[in-house]
């Protein structure tokens, strides 16, 4: 019997520590994945965003404005450009919004150590996230977009060739964002089929038509 004693509480002991290894798994929460939690927000609610670049083409300041969802206190946002060689680069943040309605970011398409800046060239495409979260961290709304951006073409187009804006002159020395705003300002319809876009420039947006398409302020389009 003393030889199988020690056998015996070995046993014992394994089967005890299996037993709390499965109640301790079927305890533990399921990660939840809050991708899908997201609350349709209607048109007149939706923030509005928007890519300006500076007249190098090195930035792009990043403006959201009409942040007021309820139980909105943060903000992340993710920037990801495509390089001609095929990389991906991105800039992400997150904002403490304190009680602000927008907010305004200036990005570096490129890199900076110890005071030295590496610009990315060949920058044309990309695409802008903003996730809107509440105190505790948890998702409320979730918004992304393709940007286009161009400096020298005489059609400013969105990525997907949806909407296009000609100029009535080649440009010189600028550059132009296109991008979907996500919501208007103010002055927009109750509902639209496509849109809204926003041409952003380095400077003050060349005349131009965008056929079909109808117009608020100097530079937001919707059908």
């Given at each position: ?214 117009k608020v302020g100097a530079n937001i389009f919707y059908k």
């Amino acid at each position: 019997m003393k030889k199988i004693l020690p056998i015996i509480l070995f046993v014992a002991g394994l089967l005890i520590l299996v037993l709390v290894f499965v109640f301790i798994k079927k305890g533990r929460a399921t990660p939840v994945d809050d991708s899908n939690a997201v609350i349709e927000v209607g048109l007149s609610d939706r923030p509005v965003a928007s890519l300006t670049p500076t007249s190098d083409g090195h930035y792009l300041t990043l403006k959201i404005e009409k942040i007021k969802l309820a139980k909105v206190t943060s903000l992340d946002y993710e920037l990801l450009y495509s390089l001609p060689d095929g990389r991906t680069q991105g800039v992400p943040g997150n904002i403490d919004l304190k009680g602000a309605t927008e907010i305004e970011r200036k990005l570096l398409l490129g890199s900076e150590s110890s005071g030295k800046f590496r610009y990315d060239e060949g920058v044309n495409d990309g695409s802008l996230t903003i996730r809107l979260r509440d105190s505790k961290g948890k998702l409320l709304a979730k918004f992304s977009t393709k940007f286009h951006l161009q400096s020298i073409d005489l059609e400013l187009t969105s990525i997907d060739d949806t909407f296009k804006y000609t100029l009535d002159k080649k440009p010189k020395g600028m550059f132009f964002v296109t991008m979907e705003t996500f919501g208007f300002i103010s002055g927009g319809p109750s509902t639209v089929t496509s849109g809204p876009y926003g041409i952003f420039a380095s400077d003050t947006l060349p005349s131009g038509t965008a056929e079909g398409w109808q117009k608020v302020g100097a530079n937001i389009f919707y059908k």
